[in-house]
C-alpha cells in the first residue's frame, strides 16, 4: 500500500516558524511570540505549531499563570527530530527571502 502522506517543501509560513524557532532551539516560545517575530496571524501560526507537534517535529508544554485569574500558557520548542528538520528545510536557495533567513543567520 502506498503512503499518503505528501514529501514536499513547507510552506513560506512554515518556514518562517522553522526560522524562528531554529534561533532559539532549546528554548520554550509562546506562541504570542512567534506571531510577534514572525508576523503570522494566530489563525495561520497555530495550525503549523500543531502540524509540527503532531509530526514529533516540536515539544509543547503547558506554563502556570503567574498571577491568579490569568489563563496557563502555552510553550513550545523544537524537538531533537525537529531541529534536524527546520535545519535541512532552511537549506533554500539564494533566493530565499531575506525576512526568512535572518533569524537563522543571527542564530549561529
Given at each position: 500500500?502506498?503512503?499518503?502522506?505528501?514529501?514536499?517543501?513547507?510552506?513560506?509560513?512554515?518556514?518562517?516558524?522553522?526560522?524562528?524557532?531554529?534561533?532559539?532551539?532549546?528554548?520554550?516560545?509562546?506562541?504570542?511570540?512567534?506571531?510577534?517575530?514572525?508576523?503570522?496571524?494566530?489563525?495561520t501560526l497555530?495550525?503549523?505549531?500543531?502540524?509540527?507537534?503532531?509530526?514529533?517535529?516540536?515539544?509543547?508544554?503547558w506554563e502556570?499563570?503567574?498571577?491568579?485569574?490569568?489563563?496557563?500558557?502555552?510553550?513550545?520548542?523544537?524537538?531533537?527530530?525537529?531541529?534536524?528538520?527546520?535545519?535541512?528545510?532552511?537549506?533554500?536557495?539564494a533566493s530565499?527571502?531575506?525576512?526568512?533567513?535572518?533569524?537563522?543567520?543571527?542564530?549561529?
Amino acid at each position: 500500500m502506498k503512503s499518503t502522506k505528501r514529501n514536499r517543501r513547507p510552506s513560506e509560513q512554515a518556514l518562517q516558524v522553522a526560522a524562528c524557532l531554529l534561533a532559539d532551539p532549546d528554548g520554550w516560545h509562546y506562541g504570542y511570540s512567534l506571531s510577534q517575530r514572525t508576523g503570522l496571524p494566530s489563525g495561520t501560526l497555530y495550525p503549523i505549531l500543531m502540524r509540527l507537534a503532531g509530526n514529533g517535529l516540536m515539544e509543547t508544554r503547558w506554563e502556570d499563570p503567574e498571577r491568579a485569574g490569568r489563563p496557563p500558557r502555552h510553550l513550545y520548542r523544537l524537538s531533537g527530530r525537529g531541529a534536524k528538520w527546520a535545519r535541512e528545510a532552511m537549506k533554500a536557495p539564494a533566493s530565499l527571502a531575506p525576512a526568512l533567513r535572518a533569524p537563522l543567520e543571527s542564530a549561529r
